[in-house]
C-alpha cells in the first residue's frame, strides 16, 4: 500500500515562503505524475502545479514565476517552493501522485495526500 503524506503548511507573512513536501510510502511502486492542488474555503480544489516523470512542469497562470514544483524520485518526494506569497494563496495544499504498485500484480494507483494548511497573512 502507498501512502502521501504532505508537510510544510503554516503561516506566514505576505511576500513570505515556504517549502511544502510530499512524501511517498510504500514498497515496490513508482511514481508517474504528481501535482499539487489547492481548495481555499467556498472553493473547489484546484490545480497548482504538475510534474511528469520525465520533469515537465506546469503551473496555473496565477502561481507562475512565484511558485516551483521539483521532486526527488530517490527520496519519493514531490516539493512545492512557494515564493512571494500572497493572501490569495490561503488554502489547504494537497498532494496527488499517479504511478503503479507491485502487490505483486502490477495496480495503477492514484493517491492523494491528507492536506496541509498554508495561511499567508500579516
Known amino acids: 500500500q502507498v501512502r502521501l503524506v504532505e508537510s510544510g503548511g503554516g503561516l506566514v507573512q505576505p511576500g513570505g515562503s515556504l517549502r511544502l513536501s510530499c512524501v511517498a510510502s510504500g514498497s515496490d511502486f513508482t511514481i508517474y505524475a504528481a501535482s499539487w492542488h489547492r481548495q481555499a474555503p467556498g472553493r473547489q480544489r484546484a490545480l497548482v502545479a504538475s510534474?511528469?516523470?520525465?520533469?515537465?512542469?506546469n503551473y496555473t497562470d496565477s502561481v507562475k514565476g512565484r511558485f516551483t514544483i521539483s521532486r526527488d524520485n530517490a527520496k519519493n518526494t514531490v516539493y512545492l517552493d512557494m515564493n512571494s506569497l500572497k493572501p490569495d494563496d490561503t488554502a489547504v495544499y494537497y498532494c496527488n501522485a499517479q504511478g503503479m504498485v507491485v502487490t505483486p500484480t502490477i495496480v495503477d494507483f492514484n493517491l492523494w495526500g491528507q492536506g496541509t494548511q498554508v495561511t499567508v497573512s500579516s
Open positions: 510534474i511528469t516523470s520525465h520533469g515537465i512542469t
